[in-house]
C-alpha cells in the first residue's frame, strides 16, 4: 500500500512539474564582453536547441529582438519585474515566460598552437507570475571544469559557450539530448638534437621557500616524516602557485633509523585560497637503478599560462596539465643533475622548454598530440 501511495505521489509531481513549466518562450542572449557579442548566436541556437528537444516552442527571433528591443529592463539582471510589466511587455506574443540569457566568454593562445577557451552562461526566466528562477554554469579553468581547446579561436569558442549553454540548461531543470564534452588536446614533449635560436620568454621569479603561499600547500609534517619546499613559483597570472616539496622519511630498520626520499609538486589557487591539486614526482622509496639521481625538485615554472606545469628533478624531466590533474611528459634525463634550473623560449611560433644544468642544455619541443 505505501509503494503504491508513494508512485502515485512520484506520478502527480511529475505531471505537476510538467504542467508548471512553459510551454512557450521567448529566448534573448545579452553579452557581457566584445568577445561574447561575436559567439552570442551560439548560445542562441544551442539552448533554443535544448528547449526544442524538451518540447518547449521558441519564440522566432524576429519577434523575440522586437521584444527585446521595447523591454530595456530585461538586460538588467537584477532589475525588479512586476506581473503588469510582463503582461504589458510580453502579452501580445503569446508567450508563458522568457528566458534571458547573459553570456560572457575569453579565449586565450596556448602551447603548440592550442586555442583555450572558456564561457560563462547566466540563464533567468521570468514568468508571468514575474516569479524569476536562474542558475550559471560552473567556472572554467579549474580541475574538473576544464576550458575547450581547438586549433581555431572559433572551434574553441563554440565548444566552451555550448558547454556552458548545456550545464546551464540542465541545472535549471531541462533534459540535455546530447550533452557537449569539452573538447581537449594534449602536448609533449619531444627533445631537440639541435637546438634552434629560441628567444627565452621571461616569466616569474622564483619565491623563496618561506613565501606566504606555501602555508596553503598541504606539505608533511609528521616526526617520522617532513617536508622541505624546494621551488616556489608563481603562474603568469599569479593566481596559481606551484610548491615543489622534498619528503624525508625516517623508519627503524633492525633498531636502526633508515632514511627515504621522494617529492611532491603541490598546485595552489591563491584566490580560493587552497591546494587544487598534487603531483608525486618521486614516491618515499629508495631509488631504481634506472633513475641516476636523487629525487629532490631543483625548479619548476608554469609553462605560457597556469595550465601547464613543469618541474625538473635530479633525474626527471616532467610536464603537468593542472586542470585535468594528468602527467603529460615524464622522462629521465641522460644524467644525473645536482642543480637545474628551466626555462621556456619561442622560435618560428614553436614552444620550446629548456632544461640549463651548468653549461648543458637539453632542448625539448613541445608538440601537440
Known amino acids: 500500500m505505501l509503494r503504491l501511495v508513494i508512485g502515485l505521489l512520484s506520478i502527480f509531481l511529475s505531471l505537476s512539474a510538467m504542467a508548471a513549466a512553459p510551454k512557450n518562450v521567448a529566448v534573448v542572449v545579452y553579452s557581457q564582453s566584445k568577445l561574447a ?5 551560439i548560445a542562441l541556437a544551442r539552448f533554443e536547441q535544448v528547449l526544442t528537444d524538451n518540447g518547449v516552442t521558441v519564440l522566432d527571433q524576429k519577434k523575440a529582438e522586437a521584444l527585446k528591443k521595447g523591454w530595456k529592463k530585461l538586460e538588467d539582471p537584477g532589475a525588479l519585474i512586476t506581473a503588469e510589466e510582463f503582461v504589458k511587455n510580453a502579452g501580445k506574443y503569446s ?28 540563464i533567468r526566466f521570468i514568468g508571468e507570475d514575474a516569479s524569476i528562477s536562474s542558475a550559471a554554469s560552473p567556472p572554467m579553468g579549474a580541475k574538473g571544469m576544464p576550458p575547450s581547446d581547438g586549433l581555431t579561436d572559433s572551434a574553441a569558442l563554440s565548444n566552451a ?3 556552458a549553454i548545456d550545464l546551464t540548461a540542465q541545472q535549471i531543470g531541462w533534459k540535455v539530448m546530447d550533452f557537449t564534452n569539452p573538447r581537449l588536446f594534449s602536448v609533449h614533449l619531444k627533445e631537440q ?28 609534517g609528521e616526526t617520522w616524516s617532513n617536508e622541505e619546499v624546494t621551488c616556489v613559483r608563481k603562474s603568469p597570472d599569479e593566481r596559481m602557485v606551484a610548491v615543489g616539496g622534498y619528503i624525508r622519511q625516517t ?22 585560497q587552497k591546494e587544487v591539486v598534487a603531483f608525486e614526482t618521486a614516491p618515499v622509496a629508495e631509488r631504481s637503478r634506472e633513475e641516476k639521481g636523487g629525487s629532490k625538485i631543483l ?20 610536464l603537468w596539465d593542472t586542470e585535468r590533474g594528468v602527467v603529460l611528459n615524464e622522462l629521465l634525463l641522460d644524467d644525473a643533475i645536482d642543480d637545474a634550473v628551466l626555462e621556456y623560449g619561442k622560435y618560428a611560433g614553436q614552444d620550446y622548454l629548456i ?7 637539453q632542448v625539448y619541443q613541445i608538440v601537440r598530440e
Open 355 to 361: 632544461v640549463v644544468s651548468g653549461n648543458k642544455k
Open 95 to 122: 508567450i508563458d515566460g522568457v528566458y534571458r540569457v547573459y553570456l560572457d566568454a575569453g579565449i586565450t593562445k596556448g602551447l603548440a598552437g592550442i586555442f583555450t577557451a572558456t564561457a560563462l552562461a547566466d
Open 299 to 318: 625548479d619548476c615554472m608554469f609553462v605560457s599560462n597556469w595550465r601547464y606545469l613543469a618541474a625538473v628533478t635530479n633525474s626527471k624531466l616532467f
Open 37 to 41: 557579442t561575436q559567439y552570442a548566436r
Open 161 to 163: 559557450i555550448q558547454r
Open 193 to 220: 638534437a639541435t637546438p634552434p635560436n629560441y628567444v627565452v620568454e621571461a616569466h616569474p621569479p622564483a619565491l623563496s621557500s618561506s613565501d606566504e603561499s606555501t602555508k596553503l600547500a598541504k606539505l608533511a
Open 251 to 272: 623508519s627503524l630498520l633492525g633498531g636502526r633509523p633508515k632514511r627515504v626520499y621522494g617529492s611532491k609538486m603541490h598546485v595552489l589557487d591563491s584566490v580560493a
